[in-house]
């Protein structure tokens, strides 16, 4: 369709109005860089939320991205983007008819047997209307707002200037790889054909866990641009977190296992750590739903997870040295390496802890902060370090599904939870289920 083209005119305009929104912060930060003037990062931080708050979006969806990413952004950047809204106002009948009609023709509507005028759910790229097939099935189908394109390539080229405006007065975390790791994905969830591979194949993959469901994408109703899918039934996370401790304890077990199966099995993760995209089913088992952004990894990333885990549990400085420099880093000195390590350990402590417990225990609560400045200040003291690519979204995925299990309030033994996972892994046997999976639903190999 013409007016999805990556067009110069839609560019130069999203160009214009993020390059408005953010131009005058970047004046005013280098004003205070060459006269001498110290940052006020509170201030800095609350006007770049400001700037970014008015502009829906892939710039806001990248924004709470980064807020998730740890060493990322300090405290203060952190505290203003996780008040960001995902969610945009829906786009109303007229615009979902032209769009629809564009998709699957003009007599779209006679390819439902209904269609919900009104969005179920609006987002940054795209909105969600409830359906019922031909045949009887209900379906959820997500259509993609209009220059979504053009919007990405604008706003990821802001993204760097952003991210390079932090980098200029604290250089503990080097940002161009992280940039290039949210281009991509970024880029692939406009592909909703894509997405669609990428259900199937968590599909495939969790087929045999019966505490999991996965929507099944309907390819006749779908395109591009047009997600359609069966609709799945289930209350939003934040409304069980209230319920019995053995119900708790049994959707943070069945969202362990949706989250961990995939990875340690076939090297793939959800890459979306929002709560919005799981719900629960009435038997404490759990939806997983929108998979545009889903992480492929190469098996030696995952041996090397698995390599770190026992480093730290057998205090093997070779074994963590080896893993770090499996994943990509790159000029690790043995200071950097224990400042890495005292962060990994605060991540790795409930898998490392063979008994009953919270995933945050409250006496550590009010030592993460300290424990991560700490470490950014190490780090930045060192020289800093450039995160490989596949290790953002791995720490994303992870900090997400802390906060799931953080907000479920769970009891769990975690580390015999990761031992079940684990037992038996192979990177050979890893990588012949991963060829085959991708395969299968036609994904090419990391």
């Known amino acids: 369709m013409a007016d999805e083209d990556n067009s110069l005119g ?116 795209g909105q969600v209307h409830r359906a019922v097939a031909l045949d009887g099935r209900a379906l959820a189908c997500k259509l993609q707002y209009p220059d979504m394109q053009s919007a990405v390539e604008a706003d990821l080229s802001q993204l760097k200037l952003v991210l390079s405006l932090y980098e200029r007065y604290d250089k503990a975390v080097a940002t161009a790889e992280i940039h290039a790791e949210i281009a991509d994905r970024l880029r692939e969830e406009l592909d909703y054909e894509r997405e669609a591979r990428h259900m199937l194949l968590y599909g495939r993959i969790l087929a045999q866990e019966p505490g999991v469901s996965v929507p099944e994408p309907v390819a006749a109703l779908s395109t591009r641009r047009l997600l359609s899918m069966t609709w799945l039934d289930g209350d939003k996370l934040l409304d069980v977190v209230k319920r019995p401790l053995e119900e708790r304890n049994e959707i943070a077990y069945n969202m362990f296992r949706a989250w961990y199966v ?139 599904l802390g906060s799931v299990f953080f907000h479920l309030n769970a009891e769990v033994n975690w580390y015999r939870l990761f031992h079940e996972l684990i037992a038996d892994f192979d990177v050979a046997t890893l990588a012949r289920r991963q060829g085959d999976a991708l395969q299968a639903v036609g994904l090419p190999l990391p």
């Not at 007599?107 to 009104?118: A, D, G, L, N, P």
Request: hydrophobic share 40%.
């Open 262 to 400: 995939p990875f340690y099995f076939f090297g793939v993760i959800h890459g979306d750590p929002h709560l919005g995209n799981y719900t629960v089913r009435p038997d404490h088992g759990v939806n997983l739903m929108d998979f545009g952004c889903v992480r492929i990894f190469r098996p030696s990333f995952v041996k090397a997870v698995i390599d770190l885990y026992f480093a730290l549990q057998r205090d093997d400085e070779a074994l963590a040295v080896h893993a770090y420099q499996s994943w990509g880093f790159k000029n690790l000195s043995k200071e950097l390496i224990a400042a890495l390590n005292r962060w990994a350990r605060f991540v790795y402590a409930p898998l490392l802890d063979d008994r009953t417990r919270k995933i945050q225990e409250r006496d550590t609560t009010g030592n993460s902060r300290n424990l991560l400045e700490t470490v950014h200040s190490d780090v930045r003291r060192l020289g800093g370090v450039s995160p490989p690519r596949e290790f953002v979204f791995m720490d994303r995925a992870a900090v997400g």
């Open 10 to 125: 839609r560019r130069v305009r999203r160009y214009a109005q993020v390059g408005t929104a953010v131009g005058g912060i970047a004046a005013r930060l280098a004003g205070q860089r060459y006269l001498g003037l110290p940052l006020d990062r509170a201030r800095h931080a609350a006007d770049l939320s400001a700037a970014l708050g008015g502009i829906k979006g892939p710039l806001m969806k990248v924004a709470q991205l980064l807020a998730t990413i740890p060493n990322g952004l300090p405290e203060e950047y952190v505290n203003e983007l996780v008040q960001l809204q995902a969610d945009a106002p829906p786009m109303g009948w007229p615009f979902v008819k032209r769009r629809m009609a564009g998709e699957l023709g003009p007599e779209w509507q006679k390819r439902f047997k209904s269609f919900e005028r009104e969005a179920a759910r609006a987002a940054s790229l």
